[in-house]
């Protein structure tokens, strides 16, 4: 099993659509990152969070530390916000980070 | 201010060759981490550095693959004797402050290696 799962692994929506993308993680964490990745293969470090929530513009992030999981919210979503979404932990006992398999994201105009 | 850059951008090398991939962290921070993505696959870890201490190299997936970095600068990214599967993406990332801490890592864009 993996230490890192993401949900879902493909997601097509029509523009203004609200997205959930979820994260589950197995292991003790310091903080969990959510990415993005372009089709061109750029990454952009959307949220850094060891508790609560974050809000950035149209995305939201928060963590449940108790629970071992992060939701990526994204409002009104827009077909420039279609990429890979990638959650990303930072252990508790080391500096590795361990990445999710990433969520395919669609927004059809 | 310059973010995280990498060099080349793109590298189509063959089969045998040695190649060296170049990383020049945000001035300042201390951490340096490099990274592969393979056509299709999550990002996979390789290396890590942490100012002057030993770098982290369990990430390395053979003996073929070896890095260094001087101090909290540039970092050199060495693959001998390449083969088709290392074919890849890799990504170079640094943070201001060691790990473990609850920094954000910043990227650079990559450089997109080719073996034929």
């Known amino acids: 099993k993996n230490e890192v799962e993401q949900s879902p692994q493909n997601l097509t929506a029509q523009e203004g659509e609200f997205i959930t993308i979820n994260c589950s993680y197995s292991?003790?964490?310091?903080?969990l990152h959510w990415l993005q990745q372009h089709p061109g293969g750029g990454i952009v470090s959307l949220f850094m969070l060891s508790s609560g929530k974050k809000k950035h513009g149209r995305l939201i992030a928060t963590i449940n530390i108790q629970e071992k999981h992060s939701s990526l919210h994204i409002t009104a979503s827009h077909p420039r916000d279609s990429a890979v979404y990638i959650c990303?932990?930072?252990?508790?006992?080391?500096?590795?980070?361990?990445w999710g398999a990433g969520t395919k994201l669609i927004i059809k105009p | 201010g310059a973010g995280v850059s990498q060099s080349p951008s793109n590298k189509v090398t063959e089969k045998g060759k040695d190649v060296e991939l170049r990383c020049d962290p945000i001035s300042g921070h201390t951490a340096l981490y490099w990274y592969r993505q393979r056509l299709g696959q999550g990002l996979e870890f390789l290396i890590y550095f942490q100012g002057n201490s030993a770098p982290d190299k369990s990430g390395l997936p053979s003996d073929r693959f070896s890095a260094e970095r001087t101090g909290e600068s540039v970092s050199t990214l060495t693959i001998q004797r390449t083969q088709q599967e290392d074919s890849a993406v890799y990504l170079c990332a640094s943070t201001p402050r060691r790990a473990g801490s609850t920094d954000t890592q910043y990227f650079g864009p990559g450089t997109r290696l080719t073996v034929l």
């Open positions: 990303a932990v930072s252990l508790r006992s080391n500096y590795q980070l361990i």
């Open positions: 292991v003790g964490i310091s903080a």
